[in-house]
């Protein structure tokens, strides 16, 4: 629906667009989009081999870590290894992880 007004003084009118209202999500629709962080939410609790790479950075290329998915977050991961170690690593780094089990995936 476009609404047009007018104001004192000559002004032109303006159009401004009215958005409709956000629908709920329909039987069947996602919820979430299938964006890394949600797939790694959906898995918390499950072991994974998370692979790492830095470019430029010579002392430290490559990192595997073998650990749990405590969290993910937009641009964070954090996994915490069986010994208990805990690492807070950003997503831009990651290259891909592996599951020795079937990964929960809702699309």
Same mark, same amino acid.
């Given at each position: 629906m476009v %609404?047009?007004?007018?104001?004192?003084?000559?002004?032109?009118?303006?159009?401004? %667009?009215?958005? $409709?209202?956000? %629908? $709920?999500? &329909?039987? #069947?629709r996602r919820t979430e989009e &299938?964006? /890394?962080?949600n797939i790694l939410r959906m898995n918390r609790g499950k072991l994974g081999t998370f692979y790492f790479t830095f470019e430029n950075n010579k002392e430290w290329n490559a990192k595997v870590i073998? #650990?749990?998915?405590?969290?993910?977050?937009?641009d964070h991961v954090i996994i915490s290894d069986p010994n208990g170690k805990r690492y807070l690593m950003l997503m831009i780094y990651l290259d891909y992880v592996t599951f020795?089990?079937? /990964?929960n995936y809702n699309l």
């Open positions: %609404q047009y007004y007018w104001h004192p003084g000559g002004y032109p009118p303006q159009q401004q %667009q009215m958005t $409709p209202p956000a %629908q $709920p999500p &329909s039987p #069947g &299938s964006y /890394i962080e073998k #650990g749990y998915v405590e969290a993910a977050g937009r020795d089990e079937e /990964i």
